[in-house]
């Protein structure tokens, strides 16, 4: 069984950073694709970003090209959201999940991760 926590969210201004981090226990998510997923109010969950077990390919959605990086840390079991750039219609809860089959390079549906963190609030102002 893995355990996910996020943290990092919080309030920032349109054009500020923040940096998500997703921490997981349990088991080690060195063999695991990772994923980032978020849910805006009133809207389904959709895919964000997605990175193989070794670091060395990711795929974003293309809402994000260019302003997110996703990156993994897998002696720590953690991986990275660096967000930059935030907009407005970046707000939403984002959820860190991983996925016991290979890293694919497109978007992904939600139920083909196995294991999901509770989320951490990311709210941009303009």
């Known amino acids: 069984q893995v355990q996910l926590v996020e943290s990092g969210g919080g309030l920032v201004q349109a054009g500020g950073s923040l940096r998500l981090s997703c921490a997981a226990s349990?088991?080690?998510?060195?063999?695991?694709?990772m994923g980032w997923f978020r849910q805006a109010p009133g809207k389904e969950r959709e895919f964000v970003t997605s990175?193989?077990?070794?670091?060395?390919?990711?795929f974003y959605a293309d809402s994000v090209k260019g302003r997110f990086t996703i990156s993994r840390v897998n002696a720590k079991n953690t991986v990275y959201l660096q967000m930059n750039s935030l907009q407005p219609e970046d707000t939403a809860v984002y959820y860190c999940?991983?996925?016991?089959?290979?890293?694919?390079?497109?978007?992904?549906?939600?139920?083909?991760?196995?294991?999901w963190g509770q989320g951490t609030q990311v709210t941009v102002s303009s």
């Open positions: 999940a991983a996925r016991l089959g290979p890293w694919v390079p497109r978007s992904l549906p939600d139920y083909e991760y196995d294991y």
């Open positions: 349990g088991r080690t998510v060195s063999t695991y694709s």
């Open positions: 990175i193989s077990w070794s670091g060395g390919s990711t």
